[in-house]
Each structure stands twice: as C-alpha cells, then as structure tokens.
C-alpha cells in the first residue's frame, strides 16, 4: 500500500510516517518501479501500536523497546510491564508537578481580586522576578 493509504488507515499523516521510518520504528518500505514506497499491510497495525503506545504516554524509545518485545515470549511480558510500572511512576511525579503549578497559579490568581489600588500584580511580578508562592 502507498504512503497515503497506509496514513489513512492508521490515522497519521505522510510526515509522520517518514518519522516513524527515520526513529526505526517502522520499516523503510521498498519501492515499486514508479518511486512511491509499498508498505506490506502489517505496517497499518505497527502504526496503531505506536499511536496507542504513545497515547498511554510512552516515549519513542520506550515504545521502539516495546515493539521488539511484542514480538518475543511471555518473558518479554516481564519487560513490558517493568516500562509500564516506570511510566506508571513517571507519570505521578508529573502529575504532581502539574498539581503544584495548578496551587501556584490559584494562589496569584486571589491577588488579581483585591481592589485595583490595592494591587500588585503577583503573576507578572513572580514571572519577571522567578518566585513561586
């Protein structure tokens, strides 16, 4: 299949798929006797894997990892699941990182509610001088 088709079914653009071939996560296709690269029908679910890893918030690498695991025993689940517990961690810290940002904000935000000639402006002051509350 060309490269449109291939991009149509897996629900990415031609872009990414050149991507995907340049990280090694994707075959280099061959190409036909016209110039436009043939893609077997397997590259459509190796796509999706990458989408749907990426989705579960996997880094390239990691999934690049995870690709040459899917194609291994039930020892290679071991493997799997190791990624996903530290993707599991990694994702907590940010979300605790996010949930911090989100009380800072909050917090400059109650300045913004004081009368006009009472007023400071905390969120541009902090911007420009680095502080945090």
């Known amino acids: 299949m060309r490269t449109g088709e291939l991009a149509a079914q897996a629900g990415v653009n031609a872009q990414t798929l050149r991507y995907y071939e340049r990280r090694g996560l994707l075959a280099r296709p061959p190409r036909s006797a ?3 690269r ?3 029908d397997e590259a459509v679910v190796t796509v999706r894997f990458v989408k749907r890893a990426q989705d579960l918030g996997f880094a390239l690498g ?12 039930p020892a290679d689940c071991d493997a ?3 990624l996903a517990q530290d993707r599991v961690t990694q994702l907590g810290q940010r979300i605790a ?3 911090r940002m989100q009380r800072s904000l909050a917090e400059l935000i109650t300045t913004c509610e004081l009368p006009p000639a009472q007023r400071r402006c905390r969120i541009l ?7 945090h509350p």
């Open 125 to 131: 002051t902090s911007l420009h001088e680095g502080e």
């Open 62 to 73: 990691e999934i690049e990892e995870l690709l040459q695991l899917a194609d291994g025993g």
């Open 97 to 99: 990182d996010l949930q």
């Open 38 to 40: 043939s893609y077997p």
């Open 80 to 82: 799997a699941r190791a």
């Open 34 to 36: 016209s110039g436009y």
